[in-house]
Nanobody
Framework: VQLQASGGGLVQAGGSLRLSCAVF????????MGWFRQAPGKERELVAA????????YYPDVVKGRFTISRDNAKSMVYLQMNSLKPEDTAVYYC????????????????WGQGTQVTVSS
């Protein structure tokens, strides 16, 4: 199983980025997907999640209204559109496939991809 995130980079505050994650080696359409981030010295945190079939989404308050998660089951891709970026959004962003039951924000139970760096300058 591989999850390959891309699309990170350097952007000014107020700008936008779109992250993509390609998933290989599992039945993508059967897995809830999540995007997480981890800033230096901080714990990894969930920023968005999407249900495997009905497309329902979850966002923590810190990104609600600014970030949008979407998925294309035909292409085994998940995306994270990030708008109105803030310097505090700077982190390594990870996509992950949930293989266990439980809450989206439980770090255990995910298959992880490599991260992509997002840096927001003030």
């Amino acid at each position: 199983v591989q999850l390959q995130a891309s699309g990170g980079g350097l952007v000014q505050a107020g700008g936008s980025l779109r992250l993509s994650c390609a998933v290989f080696g599992l039945t993508f359409s059967s897995y809830p997907m999540g995007w997480f981030r981890q800033a230096p010295g901080k714990e990894r945190e969930l920023v968005a999640a999407i249900h495997w079939s009905d497309g329902s989404t979850y966002y923590p308050d810190v990104v609600k209204g600014r970030f949008t998660i979407s998925r294309d089951n035909a292409k085994s891709m998940v995306y994270l559109q990030m708008n109105s970026l803030k310097p505090e959004d700077t982190a390594v962003y990870y996509c992950a496939a949930r293989e266990a039951s439980g809450a989206y924000d439980e770090l255990s139970g995910y298959i992880w991809g490599q991260g992509t760096q997002v840096t927001v300058s003030s």
